[in-house]
């Protein structure tokens, strides 16, 4: 049954066309994933089906007048500020919920202190409030962009159950292939529909691409023959035309029809280069075949980091509480340069809040962080709404010098932001776009220490595996908050853990945790830790499956495998 129809959908912003012909169906049943780059109309289009904005051509019907969406926007900060209007926060279900996504049962809901919140809390409260207005249609834009595997786990099994129709905004491949069955693209403006989960749409969209290269290719050869055959007959007509005016001889001139016959050749060649040139017009109008449209390949490049001394920073002692709510106490770590160092814990456990300390935007309660003089941080926030809405991004680059200003819209076009994107206000580009204009800040200094806070948060799938090469090529240090599990693989070769109120340090990646069983003892023996092992070990699995599709070999075992953790850990909880 269809709830809703979409047709021609059409939406500019500052002469800037966004969409062009936007068309799809919405069922009862639908689990819809709608892809696209950064800046294609993904959220544009949400906002419309959502009724937020208006386009400026084409219709919806819904066949519903009481049609109940639910919409988890993707920036917390906006779907915060909306769930008191819309939800009532003392609802026992939103409560349920909450803690059925792993929320810390610490948090007043009734009269919750949204700035001491992490994104992942404020994520997970929105969702939840979301979900207790029973949607028929619910649109997700982002949802995991936050949530950590507790909470992913919780949606991926609700949505299985959910009775009505879903849309989901993500560059979350595995979450795609466990949630959606069609894949509706957005290009150019326009929109295309692949039946299947993630994987499959991309081996579609790679095979069709196939065809039309191949198909392209041919064309343009039989292009290429039409018009050299055309480029001889105007030879030989030239030549025609200068045989039917040479003078000739007596004897020659005595020869009847002599420029006549040149004449008419002449003519005649005209005639054939005419009619060849409006038979290959007609043709490539009604068959043309476009030269299909290579990916965008994202390119990062960072100035090497100055050389410093070993170590660049070390907190002793380290305490910080929010009245009553102790994140963490008596702590000691340090790190060195060079190191690139997961930052690991729960949500809510102050992953954000240390790096806020560790940038000076927050004090400690107690103890001290010691942070070399020369250190040049580069900080890359989850929150993408703190830049300025009114300046355009060459503005907010703030240079001045040509030969800077030319750097700098190289490294703009390279990381995928079109010219017409640098002049516009910073508020008219997507988060994707701005997370992007945050990143071009940084590449144009000299940085020692990257703070990254979920850097692929926004990122499409070509903007985040360039991230992760250029990353391994900086010679400064790294600090990275993600719960993409792979990129934290790639990216690590040392862990800072906040678990029970303590920060420590550990000497292996993600990667080497990943691939142990279980920590060495002591710190096997307690049983919070072992469920944090046990967590990242089901990460790994995951990150693993993301990257494959159901009938390669392995996948079974590894789902298996996936299964059989997710059963050991609810045991031990």
Same mark, same amino acid.
């Given at each position: ?147 950590? +595997? ?195 814990? %729960? ?46 991004? +060459? ?25 017409? %994107? ?108 072992? +469920? ?35 059963? %050991? ?5």
């Amino acid at each position: 049954m269809t709830i809703m129809k979409i047709r021609g959908i059409q939406k500019s912003f500052d002469e800037k066309q966004i969409l062009k012909n936007a068309e799809l169906d919405i069922k009862k049943d639908s689990r819809i994933g709608l892809v696209g780059n950064n800046g294609a109309g993904k959220t544009t289009l949400a906002n419309i089906i959502n009724g937020s904005l208006t386009p400026d051509q084409g219709r919806i019907e819904t066949f519903n007048r009481s049609l109940n969406i639910g919409y988890l926007k993707q920036s917390t900060e906006y779907a915060i500020h909306e769930l008191g209007d819309r939800y009532s926060l003392t609802d026992g279900n939103l409560f349920q919920l909450s803690s059925r996504l792993g929320l810390n049962k610490e948090i007043d809901l009734a009269n919750p202190d949204w700035g001491k919140l992490s994104g992942g809390e404020k994520l997970k409260i929105s969702l939840a409030g979301v979900w207790a207005s029973k949607p028929e249609l619910l649109i997700l834009d982002e949802p995991t962009n936050h949530l950590d +595997l507790q909470g992913v786990e919780w949606l991926i099994d609700e949505l299985k159950i959910f009775k009505g129709a879903v849309i989901i905004i993500s560059h979350d491949r595995y979450f795609l292939d466990r949630t959606v069955t069609e894949i509706i693209e957005i290009e150019d403006g326009a929109t295309s529909l692949y039946k299947g989960n993630y994987t499959s749409y991309r081996k579609e969209k790679e095979r069709l691409y196939e065809i039309q290269l191949h198909q392209y290719e041919i064309q343009q050869k039989h292009k290429q023959q039409i018009e050299q055959q055309m480029a001889n007959l105007k030879n030989w007509s030239e030549k025609a035309h200068r045989d039917s005016t040479k003078q000739g001889s007596a004897s020659e001139r005595r020869q009847i029809g002599y420029k006549e016959y040149h004449r008419m050749k002449a003519k005649k060649m005209d005639n054939q280069i005419k009619s060849k040139m409006k038979r290959l017009n007609q043709e490539l109008e009604k068959n043309e075949v476009k030269q299909p449209k290579e990916e965008a390949k994202v390119r990062f490049e960072f100035q090497d980091g100055r050389k410093k001394g070993k170590r660049i920073l070390e907190a002793r002692k380290l305490s910080k509480s929010f009245g009553s709510r102790c994140l963490f106490k008596e702590s000691h770590f340090y790190m060195n340069h060079g190191e690139r160092m997961a930052l690991l814990g %729960k949500n809510g456990s102050g992953k954000s809040t240390l790096i806020k300390i560790l940038i000076g935007e927050e004090k400690t309660t107690s103890g001290e962080v010691w942070v070399s003089e020369t250190l040049k941080i580069g900080y890359l926030s989850q929150d993408v709404s703190d830049l300025p809405p009114n300046k355009t991004a +060459l503005e907010y680059t703030g240079l001045s010098n040509r030969e800077s200003i030319g750097r700098a819209r190289t490294i703009f076009a390279n990381m995928g932001l079109k010219e017409e %994107k640098l002049i516009v206000p910073l508020s008219h580009l997507s988060l994707g776009e701005r997370t992007r204009v945050k990143l071009v800040m940084m590449l144009l200094a000299e940085i020692d220490l990257l703070i990254l806070d979920e850097p692929t948060n926004h990122l499409d799938l070509a903007s985040r595996e360039s991230l992760e090469k250029t990353l391994l090529n900086f010679h400064g240090s790294i600090l990275v908050v993600s719960h993409d599990v792979y990129f934290q693989e790639k990216i690590s070769d040392k862990i800072l853990w906040i678990d029970n109120g303590k920060i420590s340090r550990k000497e292996f990646g993600m990667k080497e945790l990943n691939s142990q069983n279980s920590l060495p003892n002591p710190e096997n023996k307690d049983k919070t830790e072992e +469920l944090m092992v046990l967590q990242n070990e089901i990460n790994a699995t995951i990150g693993r499956l993301s990257f494959m599709s159901k009938d390669e070999p392995g996948y079974e075992q590894l789902d298996k495998l996936l299964s059989e953790l997710l059963k %050991k850990k609810r045991e031990l909880q």
